[in-house]
């Protein structure tokens, strides 16, 4: 079965960090482009990151820049994203994002999601 | 914010036929592949259609996606109560910099 699971969540005071992990299964992971993309409380879905099957392209929102870093394994099947001095706004689900071979900006497989808290 | 405009909320009876627009510009939606999202109360998003207007396997024909110009469009015929769902367009911009993927503002779909 294809799958993503997250991981990593949690409650964090404001200034700290917190790194993410995505397990990817039931497929050839090292072939995809990977995303994250977080959902905060209520509201509408917002693209974190995007990294290359490779690792070598790498992008960012605006509002991450600086602060998070996405990188994977591809010997692990794993997709990270290092968060520091996170801040109450980034409180969300963070999902990864499998994006479809050929299809870009499909993102056809989601994790279930992990929910990271910013506060004191 | 979001660079993509979708009307709040749409609504129509068991059986009926909902469209969801999707407002952008020549940066994103103009030049590049629309994606749609469905996604269920305290579920992860699923893809509804991509590549404007073509659907994975296993999503029913119920759903169709087209573009023209810089807005998209999702339609839901025959609606059905497990419909009722937010939906989100999502595609790739180039304005802002290098690589940067947006969503629309997200539709509530409510079935009466």
Same mark, same amino acid.
């Given at each position: ?7 990593? =969540?949690?409650?964090? $005071? &404001? =200034? ?9 299964? =039931? ?11 977080? $959902?905060? &409380?209520? !509201?509408?879905? /917002? ?10 392209? +790498? ?5 991450? !820049?600086?602060?998070?870093? +996405? ?29 479809? $071979?050929? /299809? &870009? =900006?499909?993102?056809? +497989?989601?994790? $279930? ?8 | 914010?979001? @660079? ?5 909320? @749409? ?6 036929? @909902? ?89 509530? @779909?409510?079935?009466?």
């Amino acid at each position: 079965e294809v799958q993503l699971v997250e991981s990593g =969540g949690g409650l964090v $005071q &404001p =200034g700290g960090s917190l790194r993410l992990s995505c397990a990817a299964s =039931g497929f050839t992971f090292s072939s995809y482009e990977m995303n994250w993309v977080r $959902q905060a &409380p209520g !509201k509408g879905l /917002e693209w974190v990151s995007y990294i290359s099957s490779s690792g070598s392209t +790498i992008y960012y929102a605006d509002s991450v !820049k600086g602060r998070f870093t +996405i990188s994977r394994d591809n010997a692990k099947n794993s997709l990270y994203l290092q968060m520091n001095s996170l801040r109450a706004e980034d409180t969300a689900v963070y999902y990864c994002a499998r994006e479809a $071979q050929l /299809e &870009p =900006g499909a993102f056809d +497989i989601w994790g $279930q999601g992990t929910m990271v808290t910013v506060s004191s | 914010q979001s @660079v993509l405009t979708q009307p709040p909320s @749409v609504s129509a009876a068991p059986g009926q036929k @909902v469209t969801i627009s999707c407002s952008g510009s020549s940066s994103n939606i103009g030049n590049n592949y629309v994606s749609w999202y469905q996604q269920l109360p305290g579920t992860a998003p699923k893809l509804l259609i991509y590549d404007n207007n073509k659907r994975p396997s296993g999503i029913p024909d119920r759903f169709s996606g087209s573009k023209s110009g810089t807005s998209a469009t999702l339609g839901i015929t025959g609606l059905q109560t497990g419909d009722e769902a937010d939906y989100y367009c999502g595609t790739w911009d180039s304005s802002l910099s290098a690589g940067n993927y947006v969503f629309g503002t997200g539709t509530k @779909v409510t079935v009466l």
